[in-house]
């Protein structure tokens, strides 16, 4: 069945350091892909998107490009502050066209000044 | 200000004992889920309504019942808990239009000793 991979946790780095969260999924055709962050203590937010192969999803700085010969879905940043200290999950739709989503496991992000 | 709340925020019960937790909005958005949230798991759904008195199992259903009697609440009940389902449970809603830009609340943290 359709499944997201996520890299494992937690991440340590430091303030200005790149980021890179790897994402992979398993699917049938070509779904929209997602990710969305969870602050402390909070819900989860939707970080950014992309709809199609190709497409770039792009939000406070953080990027994500959907590869579909990879099958992946990144999260980049080049410069990470404390602030961006949360866990962050990438996810894709059910088959169907349902509206439910399927969730990677998270990767804990740390930054310290 | 998000338009969507649980209650309550944290809550400690015994094994055995029925709980139900709360997801009001005041969005009224149709769509409406169930998380649960566990380490190495992510995000799992429990179940989901599409409208009043219209819901299905997601993929953790079991030991789980909702309801949705009106458009802004929809209930969870662990009809006689178990350790296992300690964990943190996320309410999600979400319209027509962005299909899969899910607003999340705040989180119930449940603990069943």
């Known amino acids: 069945g359709d499944s997201v991979t996520q890299m494992e946790g937690p991440v340590t780095l430091s303030e200005e350091a790149f980021l890179t969260i790897n994402c992979t999924y398993t699917a049938t055709g070509y779904p929209s892909l997602f990710w969305y962050v969870q602050y402390p203590g909070e819900g989860l937010q939707l970080l950014l998107k992309a709809t199609k192969a190709d497409d770039k999803g792009s939000n406070k700085g953080f990027e994500a490009t959907y590869r579909k010969e990879t099958t992946s879905f990144h999260l980049e940043k080049g410069s990470v502050q404390v602030s961006d200290s949360a866990v962050y999950f990438c996810a894709l739709p059910y088959s169907g066209n349902t509206g439910k989503l399927i969730f990677g496991q998270g990767t804990t992000l740390q930054v310290k000044p | 200000d998000a338009g969507i709340t649980q209650s309550p925020r944290h809550k400690v019960t015994e094994t055995g004992t029925p709980v139900t937790l709360r997801c009001h909005q005041t969005?009224?958005?149709?769509?409406m889920y169930w998380y649960r949230q566990d380490p190495g798991h992510g995000l799992r759904l429990i179940h989901y309504s599409y409208g009043v008195k219209d819901t299905d199992k997601g993929e953790v259903s079991d030991g789980y019942s909702v309801s949705r009697s009106k458009t802004e609440d929809f209930l969870l009940t662990l009809e006689s808990a178990t350790s296992s389902q300690t964990s943190v449970y996320f309410c999600a809603i979400r319209g027509t239009g962005e299909i899969y830009g899910y607003t999340f609340g705040s989180g119930t943290r449940l603990t069943v000793v």
């Open positions: 969005e009224n958005h149709r769509y």
